[in-house]
Each structure stands twice: as C-alpha cells, then as structure tokens.
C-alpha cells in the first residue's frame, strides 16, 4: 500500500485494517475497493459519533461485515448453518442493539446477530447498556451503525422495530416487525421492561429457528 493510498484513508490508522481486509478477500475485492469501503465505514458513523475512541476498530469491523456479506447472499446458510439475524430500528441506540446483544447471548455461536439503524445517533443509550449489564451481558465497544444494502442483503431474517419502510425488502428473505417501545429518555425500570419484552421475543425466534 503506497503513502497515496494512505492520504485517500480519512485517518492514517485505517490503513492496516484496510491491508489485512485486502489480504483476506485477494481475488475478490480490489485494494481499491477495500479502502473506499473501509474508509466509508468510518466516515458515515464518525458523522454522529460523540465518542471517538474506538472508532478505526469498529470501522475496520464494519468494513469487513459489509465485505462478507456479498458472500454470504450469494451462498445462503445450508440446512444446519448459522442462519443471519438483523435488527433495525431507527437509531441503532436502543431496541436493535438490545435485540441483537440477547439473541447473541442467548444462542451463542449458533446464529450470527447484528443491529444497524436508518437514522443512526451517535451513541448507544447507557440506560440500554445499564440493563444489559444487569442481565450479565456487556456491550463492548458498539456504537450505532447506519444500514447498508450489503447488510440486508446478506441477511436471513430482517427483524424491524420503528423504522416503518426505511427499511429495503429484499425478495426471498424472512421479514418480522416487532412493536417494541423505544427506549430513548425512558427511565432505567422502563428500559428494563422493554428488555424482558424483547428476551421473550427472542425466546420464541429461537423456537424458528434451524436446530432448536
């Protein structure tokens, strides 16, 4: 990667990321693409983001979420494969990071969850990590991300919680509309409420889902 390519990155310490991202898809995606790509993940959540720290790690895996995704459309799960689940809500602060951190906890490496919003903010609610870390499930270095048609694509099952049809539909994929409440400005009992309401969701999901 030459010293060009390093200035088209909007912060140098994308580039190794954007290498290791380069190597793994050789042959698939150009170096070129890799670093549009790369450097789009950190400018669109750099956008609303307040906290900044962690933003090149999360960039980088956001990256390669929206690189794997293609593959992963074009070969869907076998019979007995770990089935994608996506949850959207408007602001990726609440409800869809509250679903996807559950569902992740509760089947473990069984099923591949992720959440994205259409309006994403700039940071998950802390009443929302509050209640997840009473339930013994920690949010480690998340913030909100915007929906991408990579993502939605890739997906088994679509998962929607307020965002009405911001959402694209894509042919062939499972579509659920969950009416859960959404937990911005909501008190910390609220937001515990909306938490068990969404566990119990979960709970019948998993009833669908292959090898349960």
């Given at each position: 990667?030459?010293?060009?390519?390093?200035?088209?990155l909007?912060?140098?310490?994308?580039?190794?990321?954007a290498?290791?991202?380069?190597?793994?898809?050789?042959?698939?995606?150009?170096?070129?693409t890799?670093q549009?790509?790369?450097?789009?993940?950190?400018?669109?959540?750099?956008?609303?983001?307040?906290?900044?720290t962690?933003?090149?790690?999360?960039a980088?895996?956001?990256?390669a979420?929206?690189?794997?995704?293609?593959?992963?459309a074009?070969?869907?799960?076998?019979?007995g494969?770990r089935?994608?689940?996506l949850?959207?809500?408007?602001?990726?602060?609440?409800r869809?990071?509250?679903?996807?951190?559950?569902?992740a906890?509760?089947?473990?490496?069984?099923?591949i969850?992720s959440?994205?919003?259409?309006?994403?903010?700039?940071?998950?609610?802390p009443?929302?990590?509050?209640?997840l870390?009473?339930?013994?499930?920690?949010?480690?270095?998340v913030?909100?991300?915007?929906l991408?048609?990579?993502?939605?694509?890739?997906?088994?099952?679509?998962?929607?919680?307020?965002c009405?049809?911001?959402?694209p539909?894509?042919?062939?994929?499972?579509?659920l509309?969950?009416?859960?409440?959404?937990?911005?400005?909501?008190?910390?009992a609220?937001?515990?409420s909306?938490?068990?309401a969404?566990?119990?969701?979960?709970?019948?999901?998993?009833?669908?889902?292959?090898?349960?």
């Amino acid at each position: 990667m030459t010293a060009s390519s390093h200035r088209a990155l909007p912060d140098g310490r994308l580039a190794a990321g954007a290498a290791r991202l380069a190597m793994r898809h050789r042959g698939r995606y150009s170096v070129e693409t890799v670093q549009r790509l790369i450097a789009d993940s950190y400018e669109q959540p750099a956008a609303h983001a307040h906290v900044r720290t962690h933003l090149v790690v999360l960039a980088e895996r956001f990256a390669a979420e929206r690189l794997d995704a293609p593959a992963h459309a074009e070969n869907p799960a076998e019979p007995g494969g770990r089935p994608r689940v996506l949850f959207v809500c408007s602001h990726n602060a609440g409800r869809s990071q509250m679903a996807a951190a559950l569902l992740a906890h509760r089947a473990g490496d069984a099923v591949i969850a992720s959440s994205a919003g259409t309006h994403p903010s700039g940071t998950v609610d802390p009443h929302v990590v509050q209640a997840l870390t009473e339930a013994g499930i920690a949010l480690d270095e998340v913030y909100p991300k915007p929906l991408s048609d990579e993502i939605v694509q890739a997906a088994d099952i679509v998962i929607t919680m307020g965002c009405g049809d911001a959402c694209p539909v894509v042919p062939g994929h499972r579509y659920l509309d969950w009416p859960v409440p959404d937990p911005e400005g909501a008190p910390i009992a609220v937001v515990r409420s909306i938490r068990d309401a969404l566990d119990a969701r979960i709970t019948e999901l998993l009833d669908t889902l292959p090898g349960n």
